[in-house]
Every structure is written in C-alpha cells, then in structure tokens.
C-alpha cells in the first residue's frame, strides 16, 4: 500500500510496509499545498500548490499526466465521485497574494490528450472562508460540502443550491473557546464533526433545516483539536490533538472510546486508507505514523525532526558522519545525510516531557564532539524565574558495544549564568582530556578528564581544571586553533589568547569597536590567521605571528565557519532581509565563491560535512566544494546544501533513467526484462565466454507484452507466467540445439580423422603426377572444403533414387 505526503514542493510516495521512499513527484515550482486521491481511479491522485496548478499524476510509476493551469495561488483541494471531471479548489477572493480573503471555486477539468490545460471554467461556490484546508469538507457521498470560519458553519446544498450558516458564540458558559479548528463529515449520514479551540468535538444534525438543527458535545482533549477522521465506514471518528494522542470514538456510542498514546509530536493531521486498515498521523516534529486500525503503531516515517527553534550549532558525529542537532525535546538526534534518515534520538535529559503550554522544561541548548567522536558535551538549561537558572553540563562516551553515547559525568550549576560556548581542541589522533566553557557569568572553565583517586572500580570522570577571566568582562566565544596550542576568548571588545599547557595569556588583540561574537581560526597554510565577527558589522583578520589587525571589511557577518579539510572559510552576511554567502580564504583579497540572497532571513546554523572521496574535476566556481559539502538551516527550517556541475548533471541522469520513451515507470522487474533485452540486441555486449551471441527469438509475445504494457494495467502475473517462461525458455533452447548439432560434428569429425586421411592426403597431395602437367595441378582444398564434403557425404540421396526410378 502507497502513502502520499506533501513536502515542500514535491509530493512523497513512501510504502507502508517498509517505510521507503519509492517516488518524489516533483514538478511544482512553489509550496505544494493538497494531495488527494482521484475518485475514479485511486492508481492516480491530484496535488495542488502556490504555484497555481494543480497536477495529475500516476503515482505508482511516479509520471505525471497532465498539469491543470489555474492562474491563482491554491490552498486546497477537494474531489468527490458524485461530481465527475470536477475537483474544488481553495482561492483568494483578489489577485493579491497578501490578501486573507479566501473562496471555494468548483473546477470543470478539460478533457483532453494535451500535457498541459488551461482550465478556463471555474465557478465559486463558498465565498469568504478559511484558507485551513481542514476547516473544508465532502459530505454525504457529495450531496454538500461544508465549510467552517471562526465562529460561523457553512453548509452548502448542491441539488438545492443554498447555503445554511450555523453561528456559534465566541465563548461558552464555562470559559471555553467555541473557534472552529477542523471538520469532518459522516460518509453515508448527515453528521457533521467539528473540533473547537478548547478541545470539545460538536456533531452536528438535522442542518438541512436552517432552525431545527441540533448537535452533540464529545469532551476528551484538553486544549485545541486539530484533526478529525471518519473511517470509510462512518463507524468510528478519529481525533487528535497537542497531546500526541490519537482518540477513537465509536458513532452512535461515543461513551466508548480508545486510546493510542505517546505517538511522538502534537498531531497536525489524520488520514484513513481506503480500506478503513490503516491510519495514518502527521505530527508536528516532522514524523508520519502508520497504525493498524487504531492497535499499535506498524510504521513510521521520520524525516529531520523540526522543533519550535534549534538551539545547538548543526555537528557532524566524526565516526557516523550524522548530522547532529535538537530534535525530540531534551533529545540531539542523529540524522543521515547519505540516507536522508534518522538513525535515532539520543534522550539528553532523561526525563518525560510534558505537552502542556506555558511550562517551563529543561532542554538542550548546547553540544559539541570531541575530533575523534569519543566524547559528546551537552549543556542542558530550564528558567524557572527571571533570576532562577538551572544548568547542566553533562559528559558523554561513546560505547562501542552499544554504538551509542553513555552519560559519563553530569556537573550541576558548572556557572553562575548562562553558558555561551563550549568547544572541545582539535586533538584528532590522541586522547581528548579537555573541554572549554564560557559563561555570562564572567568566566570561561577549563575542564580535565582525571582517573579516580579513591576506587578503582569508578572510570574516569570530568573536573573542573582552570577558572579564567579578564578585567570584569563577559566573555562570548571561544576557539581552539588547528592545532590546539592556542585557546582564543572574546571578552566583549577584546580578544585574549591563551596558551592550554599553561594557561598564560599570550596577548590580547584590538579592533574596532564593536563585541566580538564569533570567533575562528584558518586552517593549512592559513592557520596564521584568526578571523572574528563583531557587533558593529564587521568581520576583522587578526595575523597571529604579527599580533596586529591584517584587514577589516564592513559586513553583517551572523555565522562565521572554517572548512576542516581546506583553507576555505564560509562567511553568512544578512543585508536588506535576506542571507549572503560569501566562500573566501583569509589570506587572498577576492572570495572564491559569493551568493547574493541566499534566502530570506538570517542563516545561524551550517556545517561542513567532509566528503568521502575527495572532487578533482570540478569547474573554478565549484572548487570550494572539493572537500566538503556546505549544509545550512534556515529559518523556516528547511536544510539546504550546494551541489556541483557534475553532481546536477548525476542526479538529472539517474531521474531520467526512471522512465522510459514511452512514459512507463522502470520498475526493479522491467529492469531484469530490459536487461535481458539489451543482451538479446547487441550481442556484443555478452561475455567473451560465450561461443556466440544469442539471438532474439523472432516472436517473443510474453516480453513484448510485459515491454510494451504499464505495470498498473498488466494482468496477474500467473496468467502473464507460462508465456512469459516459455518465451525465455524459446530464447535459451535454440541456441544450445545448434550449439549441441556442432558439438556432436565436432565429434565424428574426430573419429572420422583418421579413417579419412588417407582419402584427404590423395585429395590434397596426388602422388602421381606427370612431371609435366605440375602448373595445370588443382589446388588443394581447404579444412572448410574438406568438412563440407564429409557432410555431403552423409546426406541421405535415397530420395534422388526414387525420381530416377520413376
């Protein structure tokens, strides 16, 4: 069974079964909004997008069969098997794309063979609704939709061509919000679900009469419904919420109810397969869970987890390469990159979360890897109060057994104020023994890891080494260079250097006003220099063997970081609302690579990912990318990276290899069958092994029907299997008969060799010949020649005898 997900702007098809990604239908140009299943034909399923079209695809092959151009920005879209050929539509009442007045326009589709349509013929029927496409809904096999705004339903009658409006008061006599949130409706009755703001669920009857209608209050959720579901059946409703938990009321008897809890983020949306044996949740972390009628969870569908704000720098796990950042709250997952999957979630604070706004819960702002991955430091934080801080900083070690991180050392209250850095040094191929942290509090701590003094049973554990400060300051930042002999801290406007063996300030670097609030050391043959964003717009270059500033440029630098494996450097600058990359190397004048509006709003998260194999071949302007792909997060916490050239060119090449020329979806078994095709076509490509190249049976109807059919329409496999084994059987027989008659003449000939030679010698060599007709001798014949005769010899001639009697 296929699951369809909107994302971004493509839609996903992912199995059920083994929660793979088969297909990415991609070809909107704007954020895809709708996915929805063709009434008529359930292989096919319509998706809707910003970018004003809505697009026919068949999902199982993932080809898209035609693209609807409506003109206007879509916000969801609905279909039933009442209207045939008609799809609704969400639309903005102007052409403004600012505008918040939203209708639901019917949509009369073309029919016709052309890739794309205009579709010209569209008529309103809702005016004035809610752009939320689960505040819109079928109902009654068709007979009327429903639309909900804040306090007002909307019900409107196909066959009568009315509307009836149902108000609701702002608030109920309890306190309780009555906004609308979501709607469902009954597939075979006139019911109406809708779910309000402080958590009741209303069904709704008898609103086929303006006055005389009536509804039914269900009261389980404890703040805002957000999804409702009516299993095809219309025997159970689904509901879900903030809580992550999904409810099952059953209609008519709404005093029984089941409960699948802890299904991970608060749920945002519910669907039901067509056979009412799965359902499905979307939840707000980024997660889809597959359930098998409301028992137990039988897959699920992680992608990056996306929670409210990402507090932790983006790491790369040295030994995994997993990208490592916030997930679950308390929890860093770890993220494949290779994979696009999480691999898992490491629970940091290790206690139970709590889904209740306003709520004050320790979470995880900071963490940092040693070089070689052997340690993980994480700084967890929860404000009580204004003046109440609690702080954690806790100590991790990578177990080998178990593949994963175990705590090592939890210090309490490390500071008296919030924690501002931590970094380990770039101590690759020995042991790391140190980890610095800076606070608001006036000081950055150096801390050791020492062997037990008293037992020897207890493994080593982390203390604090050194307590530095300077003149009173805050100190923001820190930087261990390359090679870890030095330890650079910004104090505000000043920056101090520090030598780790002893802890002795060696200098401390001026610059322009303005506090330094990133700080980073070049690396290679740049590792002379130490580079630093300050408050006042600016990026400053300090020349450590000269302790003097080396050049200064005016830019809005808001993440400042260095390639591990090159002297590259990566500069995000905000300007005018939007991100600048800027790709440079400290010691050269002019950028190597530099990209005006990036996205929009600030970039304050990305990380170099070192690659596997080293690019040689890249173009000049794609160089910088030789030994490390460039990822970041923006704001609306998306995660990008750049390509080059010839890894575009790659990915072009391998989309185009799905299908066809004549648009049918290569399948793992068309493959085997194409394959075998092409061995049957040119014979050239066989092995050299073989004697000789296979030709292709003159009629092979079982592979030309299986070629030439899409899988979708094919009929079952064990009516298609006899013809389709006796063509192969056909293509394999022949050539070993003839191979087998040559076998066996070889053979004769052998045996034959000996009792034939003299007959041979007299051909090719007379003994007697007069001396002088030696020119006028007959040529000798060939080995060719000589086999023909045998075979000539053996022939049957027993039929020639029968004409000459005659």
């Known amino acids: 069974m296929f699951l369809l997900c909107a994302s971004g702007e493509s839609v996903k098809v992912f199995s059920t079964a083994t929660e793979e990604c088969l297909h990415a239908l991609q070809g909107h140009t704007d954020l895809v909004t709708g996915v929805l299943l063709r009434p008529s034909n359930h292989l096919q399923a319509y998706s809707c997008s910003l970018d004003g079209t809505v697009r026919l695809w068949d999902f199982t092959d993932g080809i898209l069969i035609r693209t609807y151009s ?8 609905y279909a039933s098997a009442k209207h045939e050929g008609v799809i609704f539509i969400i639309t903005p009442m102007h052409t403004d794309t600012n505008s918040e007045l939203f209708q639901l326009v019917a949509v009369h589709l073309p029919q016709c063979g052309e890739q794309l349509v205009e579709a010209k013929e569209l008529s309103a029927v809702l005016s004035n609704i809610s752009s939320n496409p689960a505040a819109s809904a079928f109902g009654r096999e068709g007979q009327y939709i429903v639309s909900a705004k804040p306090l007002q339903l909307e019900v409107y009658f196909f066959k009568k061509q009315k509307s009836y409006s149902f108000f609701l008061k702002k608030d109920n006599q309890k306190g309780g919000k009555n906004t609308f949130t979501c709607i469902t409706c009954h597939p075979t009755e006139d019911c109406i679900a809708s779910g309000h703001e402080d958590g009741k669920i209303r069904l709704w009857r008898n609103f086929n009469h303006r006055k005389e209608y009536t509804y039914s209050t269900l009261h389980w959720h404890h703040s805002a419904v957000s999804s409702l579901r009516f299993t095809p059946e219309g025997t159970n409703l689904l509901s879900g919420g903030v809580e992550s938990v999904l409810v099952q009321w059953r209609y008519n008897q709404e005093s029984q109810r089941d409960f699948l809890p802890r299904l991970g983020g608060a749920i945002t949306h519910i669907s039901v397969s067509p056979d009412g044996a799965l359902f499905c949740t979307s939840h707000s972390d980024n997660k889809i869970t597959i359930i098998q009628s409301c028992v137990k969870v039988s897959a699920v569908i992680q992608g ?36 696009d999957k999480l691999l898992y979630n490491l629970d940091i604070v290790q206690q139970e979360y709590i889904h209740e706004s306003g709520l004050e819960q320790f979470e995880v702002v900071m963490a940092a890897f040693d070089a070689s991955g052997s340690w993980l430091a994480t700084v967890e934080e929860r404000k009580q109060k204004a003046p109440e801080l609690e702080l954690n900083l806790k100590l991790w070690a990578l177990d080998d057994q178990k593949q994963s991180f175990v705590l090592n050392t939890t210090i309490s209250a490390p500071h008296e104020a919030q924690i501002t850095a931590l970094c380990f040094p770039h101590v690759s191929d020995g042991q790391t023994t140190m980890l610095v942290s800076t606070s608001r509090d006036g000081h950055f701590k150096a801390w050791q890891l020492a062997a037990p003094a008293h037992t020897e049973d207890e493994g080593p554990s982390w203390s604090c080494d050194f307590l530095g400060a300077y003149h009173s300051l805050v100190p923001e930042c820190c930087c261990f260079s390359a090679d870890s002999s030095l330890l650079a801290v910004g104090f505000q406007e000043v920056v101090t250097v520090w030598t780790p063996a002893s802890w002795e300030l060696l200098t401390t670097l001026s610059q322009p006003p303005g506090a330094v609030r990133d700080l980073c050391f070049g690396r290679l043959s740049c590792s002379k220099y130490l580079l630093g964003a300050t408050t006042s717009k600016l990026l400053c270059c300090w020349n450590l063997l000269t302790c003097s500033l080396e050049w200064v440029t005016s830019m809005d630098v808001s993440l400042l970081l260095a390639d591990p494996l090159s002297e590259n450097m990566a500069a995000f600058c905000f300007e005018a609302g939007s991100t600048d990359l800027f790709v ?157 008659e040559k076998e066996e003449e070889m053979e004769s000939e052998k045996e034959e060799e000996d009792s034939d030679g003299e007959m041979e010698s007299r051909i090719s060599r007379p003994e007697h010949m007069p001396s002088g007709e030696s020119g006028c001798a007959a040529p000798a014949l060939t080995k060719e020649e000589v086999r023909e005769l045998r075979r000539l010899k053996k022939l049957d001639h027993s039929w020639m005898k029968g004409l000459l009697d005659q």
């Open 70 to 77: 409506i003109g206007y920005p879509i916000y969801g879209i």
């Open 304 to 339: 990056l987890v996306k929670g409210d704000r990402i507090r932790t720098d983006l790491m790369i796990e040295p030994r995994s390469k997993a990208l490592v950042l916030n997930g679950k709250p308390g929890h860093l997952q770890f993220y494949s990159l290779q994979r």
């Open 584 to 740: 440079f190397k400290p010691g050269e004048p002019r950028p190597l690579f530099s990209h005006k509006a990036l996205c929009s709003g600030r970039v304050t998260h990305a990380v170099f990912v070192p690659r596997e194999v080293m690019l040689e071949s890249c173009d000049e302007a794609s160089q910088w990318l030789n030994c490390s792909h460039l990822y970041f997060l923006t704001q609306s916490m998306d995660l990008l990276t750049f390509i080059t050239k010839a890894e575009e060119d790659k990915l072009t090449a391998s989309s185009k290899q799905l299908v066809v020329s004549d648009d049918v979806a290569m399948t793992p078994f068309h493959l085997l069958l194409g394959k075998h095709r092409d061995q049957l076509e040119n014979p050239q490509a066989e092995s050299r092994l073989s004697v000789e190249p296979i030709r292709q049976p003159s009629s092979s109807a079982g592979i030309d029907e299986l070629l030439q059919m899409p899988a979708h329409v094919l009929p079952s496999a064990s009516f298609l299997c006899s013809m389709f084994v006796q063509s192969l059987l056909i293509s394999v027989n022949k050539p070993s008969e003839q191979n087998k």
